[in-house]
């Protein structure tokens, strides 16, 4: 079992930064790979950010280049610096942990993911 929890959700300016934390507790969290999945009112549930077996990172498009996704060296905390928020970034955001490696087309597949957080809420106001 694998606990997940989120903190870090606020209202920030369009323009403005914002860093989520989720700290990971329970057996072997390090063999799990992290990701941040968010959703918006009324819409699906979307991948945003991921780390992938040699421990780079994957985003969907429309994040690349103002989010980064960060681990401690534990693998026990996971960061989503989000720079240069935009209103389409509102949302809940969740962290998520995968077993074992899943191939590229899978990254934010939702069922892949045996993991969640509570989430936690980002709000963008202009």
């Known amino acids: 079992q694998v606990q997940l929890v989120e903190s870090g959700g606020d209202s920030v300016q369009t323009g403005g930064s914002l860093t989520l934390s989720c700290v990971a507790s329970?057996?072997?969290?390090?063999?799990?790979?992290m990701a941040w999945f968010r959703q918006a009112p009324g819409k699906d549930r979307e991948g945003v950010a991921t780390?992938?077996?040699?421990?780079?990172?994957r985003y969907t498009d429309s994040v690349k280049g103002r989010f980064t996704i960060s681990q401690d060296s534990t693998k026990t905390t996971s960061y989503l610096h989000m720079n240069n928020v935009l209103p389409e970034d509102a949302g809940t955001y969740y962290c998520a942990a995968r077993a074992g490696p899943t191939p590229e087309y899978r990254l934010f597949n939702r069922m892949d993911y045996q993991y969640w957080g509570q989430g936690t809420q980002v709000t963008v106001s202009s």
């Open positions: 780390f992938v077996k040699d421990g780079s990172t």
């Open positions: 329970g057996n072997s969290v390090s063999r799990y790979r």
